[in-house]
């Protein structure tokens, strides 16, 4: 399904600032990315010179409402997206560098992780970060 289907699937219109933060959201998957606004920013004007970054912004707000994005905020770093949605899988963060790799869910169906006293909530997700310090960091 491409950009603009999936948008328009979730009741979205598949504008072209919309559309193309999409693509590069998916681009950074593919390359195992989580990716700051000022990269979603600059890799969205390859394909949309015009684009702002509050119209970055703007879109990332859309999908992540929408449920097409995620936003990962690491302590101490900047918030990161990705396209990986749906799965529950938590994530590892170098307290150095910032590097993000994805983990699949720690063990079982989502939510992965119960929570000793639920205080009455219905738990639907668990939201793991994992720290420690990459491969390039450690070798430095």
């Given at each position: ?5 999936r ?23 593919a390359?195992?990315e ?107």
């Amino acid at each position: 399904m491409t950009s603009a289907e999936r948008l328009r699937a979730e009741g979205l219109r598949a504008t072209r600032p919309r559309v193309v933060v999409l693509d590069v959201l998916d681009a950074a998957r593919a390359a195992h990315e989580h990716l700051p606004v000022a990269q979603i920013a600059e890799r969205a004007r390859r394909a949309l010179p015009t684009v702002s970054t509050q119209a970055v912004y703007d879109c990332l707000d859309a999908l992540t409402t929408a449920g097409l994005a995620r936003s990962i905020e690491p302590a101490g770093h900047p918030a990161r997206y990705e396209s990986r949605v749906g799965d529950n899988h938590h994530h590892l963060v170098c307290r150095d560098c910032g590097h993000t790799v994805d983990v699949d869910c720690t063990v079982g169906h989502a939510p992965c992780l119960a929570p000793s006293d639920t205080a009455g909530f219905a738990v639907e997700e668990a939201e793991v970060v994992f720290w420690g310090r990459c491969p390039r960091c450690r070798a430095q």
